[in-house]
């Protein structure tokens, strides 16, 4: 496919047919993706591809637990989906510290805090990463979705797959063959996002 009808025609798919996608597609489709820029080339990510549908089923059931708990509702499909789907890359951000890190915590506490929590130059990798990813999915004609929401349920999640602290559960992106889509998002004019200077 070229690029940039991927760019164009990629979808967020919430709903997949059900039929299996073998292990070495998904394998497949996790080392094209690890081709991401990441500062310093740290590539401080890791993915887990979960298969087991006990466990996303557990997932789903802690991401519908808090849910509730904290907002006194059941929690919408836009939360749960990503057991629907055949497989789940759950993605996993390890730490990322440079050392322009070190110099500004003794020495500048401002720039540091937003270095770290503002800039984020390792979310910055990992999600470059996360995007990498659904377009090799949709390049090799499977639906994903950029999924947060779920990790309102994101301790209980990490505890279920076994992340270990210091790293952190990032995103989940459901796999699988794409039900039909018909309609895509309008997105905004290029003069609304652009400012030449």
Same mark, same amino acid.
């Given at each position: 496919?070229?690029?940039?009808? +991927? ?85 996993? +951000? ?58 309102? +349920? ?44």
């Amino acid at each position: 496919m070229d690029l940039i009808e +991927a760019f164009k025609t990629r979808k967020s798919i919430r709903k997949f047919k059900n039929e299996d996608v073998d292990i070495e597609r998904l394998v497949k489709i996790i080392e094209i993706s690890a081709s991401a820029p990441s500062g310093s080339n740290a590539q401080n990510w890791f993915v887990y591809i979960i298969k087991s549908k006990e466990v996303l089923s557990r997932m789903k059931n802690e991401a519908a637990s808090v849910y509730k708990k904290v907002v006194g509702k059941d929690a919408p499909r836009v939360y749960t989906f990503f057991d629907e789907a055949p497989a789940v890359f759950a993605v996993v +951000a390890k730490p990322y510290i440079s050392g322009i890190d070190d110099v500004l915590e003794n020495s500048d506490k401002s720039r540091s805090f937003a270095r770290k929590f503002i800039i984020n130059p390792g979310l910055q990798g990992v999600s470059s990463l996360i995007t990498h990813i659904l377009l090799a999915c949709h390049n090799d004609g499977l639906g994903a979705c950029w999924m947060t929401g779920p990790l309102i +349920a994101k301790e209980e999640m990490e505890n279920i797959i076994g992340v270990k602290k210091p790293d952190n559960l990032t995103a989940l992106i459901p796999v699988g063959i794409p039900m039909e889509r018909t309609s895509k998002t309008t997105r905004k004019d290029v003069s609304e996002i652009i400012k030449v200077l």
